[in-house]
């Protein structure tokens, strides 16, 4: 089955500066690759996906690259604001009606 | 965008009691709601998938008859903890997802998620 790893488990940053999280999969049949953001006490929120017919896309502050060859997906967030402070779990989907698979998450705290 | 509703947001139970939980597409059709169970400061771990009108597939380790899942609707599943303990204690999330085809497709959307207690 795949496996998903994530990197790193915690981070800090301090305001205005980027932050960076890292995750590779196992299952080259893999082909969508979403990213939840999950504040204190609530569910993770669905903030940007990337399809393996693309390299890269951009939200705003938010943007995701994905490197099919390498296997790897990254989480990019500019300009980081103290709001931005929350958990991320990256997460890899083989396609069709099959079970996603999430990374172990990281937590993100950006220091005003 | 898709909205996915839990109810209740937290329930405090007595030990030995059942508690449903319920899970609401708002706005899409899900053809699939998943059931993770989150222990603080760890990641989801996937519980249950139900399809509409068939049976839940459970992961290993997850009891069936301890949590009961029913996925009457192609909006609406619930998760009954039958007889719960102190150990049941945990944070409950649903998701669903879309039909093939549909706008939010295979794309997971997430509840707010359910605070359960046993006492």
């Known amino acids: 089955g795949e496996n998903v790893e994530q990197h790193p488990s915690t981070l800090s940053v301090q305001e205005g500066d980027s932050a960076v999280i890292k995750c590779t999969y196992s299952?080259?049949?893999?082909?969508?690759f979403p990213w939840y953001k999950q504040e204190l006490g609530k569910g993770p929120q669905l903030i940007i996906d990337?399809?393996?017919?693309?390299g890269e896309k951009k939200d705003q502050r938010i943007a995701v690259t994905l490197n099919k060859t390498a296997k790897h997906f990254s989480l990019h967030i500019t300009e980081t604001q103290p709001e931005d402070s929350a958990v991320y779990f990256c997460?890899?989907?083989?396609?069709?009606?099959?079970?996603?698979?999430f990374g172990t998450g990281t937590k993100l705290q950006v220091i005003p | 965008g898709a909205v996915v509703s839990q109810h209740p947001s937290r329930v405090i139970c007595k030990s030995g009691t059942s508690v449903k939980i319920e899970c609401r597409s708002l706005d899409f059709q899900a053809t699939t709601m998943f059931w993770y169970r989150q222990f603080p400061k760890q990641s989801l771990m996937l519980m249950a998938t139900s399809n509409e009108g068939s049976k839940a597939t459970y992961e290993q380790g997850v009891e069936k008859d301890k949590f009961l899942i029913n996925h009457a609707s192609l909006t609406l599943s619930t998760l009954t903890v039958t007889s719960a303990h102190p150990e049941d204690s945990s944070f409950y999330i649903c998701s669903a997802r879309g039909l093939a085809g549909g706008p939010v497709q295979e794309t997971q959307y997430f509840g707010p998620g359910t605070r359960l207690l046993v006492l």
């Open positions: 990337i399809r393996s017919n693309v």
């Open positions: 299952d080259s049949a893999s082909n969508y």
């Open positions: 997460a890899a989907h083989p396609g069709g009606y099959q079970k996603v698979t």
